[in-house]
């Protein structure tokens, strides 16, 4: 049964869909929605469990969650789209690309990782973080996430942008949980030499939220994938640096 799924589209041209992460409504792709939508048709959605979105039971499954990306594309009266999609979202369009390939043009996979044993496992400091955070006071906790998404040294101003978008569009706990159940089950290994699209996969060096080798992992996988590292940049690279990302994905997908 289809859930109701918020959604909205900006621009014109071919489409492409932006699909977000773990503990981010569709507002996380605000440095570069509008410079993509100068050239493409571009439509932003917020994921079951967040935003204007419905949020039923947990936990969630990658799989159920990209039938709602496909849901949005039906109601859209889009036949096929390109697709970037970052972290918990680049399992989504993993997800999508290798059960419905033709929904898919090109595949944009960004700070992301294949899951499953083989993949590289999640950063300590993330690690010590998703421990600890239930003990900090809630606002203390979101901050901390924020900044930890983001390279050591990022602005404060930058800091403060994202963690008032995060507090307006909170989820209850139990919404996260159900989200992270997805990324956690998730497992694409011996999935991703069937992937025949063509994929751009771009991750930060300095990201501590998904180890930047899951990059390496695959593009080794997938058979016609490139590789493109952002140095110095942490999990959420196009608020770092907006517009290199948007000019290398409008190169990939033009």
Do not use: K
């Amino acid at each position: 049964m289809s859930l109701r799924i918020g959604w909205e589209e900006r621009g014109e041209g071919s489409p492409l869909v932006l699909v977000q992460g773990l503990g981010y409504a569709r507002w996380g792709w605000e440095p570069v929605a509008d410079l993509l939508a100068e050239r493409f048709r571009v439509i932003l959605f917020d994921n079951r469990g967040i935003g204007e979105s419905e949020t039923p039971p947990g936990p969630y499954t990658v799989q159920e969650m990209a039938r709602d990306v496909v849901q949005v594309l039906d109601e859209a009266g889009i036949c096929r789209a390109h697709l970037v999609a970052t972290s918990l979202g680049g399992m989504i369009g993993q997800e999508l690309a290798l059960a419905v390939p033709e929904r898919v043009e090109r595949l944009v996979l960004v700070c992301t990782t294949p899951g499953g044993p083989n993949a590289i496992p999640m950063p300590e400091p993330t690690v010590r973080l998703i421990a600890e955070g239930p003990t900090l006071a809630p606002l203390v906790a979101l901050r901390r996430f924020v900044e930890n998404a983001l390279a050591t040294g990022a602005p404060d101003e930058l800091v403060e942008r994202i963690l008032a978008h995060r507090i307006r569009t909170a989820q209850p706990l139990e919404a996260w949980l159900a989200q992270a159940a997805a990324g956690a089950a998730f497992d694409a290994w011996d999935r991703l030499p069937g992937l025949e699209l063509r994929t751009l996969v771009l991750h930060g060096t300095a990201d501590v939220v998904v180890d930047p080798r899951n990059a390496d992992l695959l593009v080794a996988r997938i058979p016609d994938a490139e590789l493109e590292l952002f140095p110095g940049c942490g999990h959420l690279l196009y608020w770092e640096r907006p517009e290199a990302f948007v000019a290398r994905v409008g190169e990939f997908l033009a």
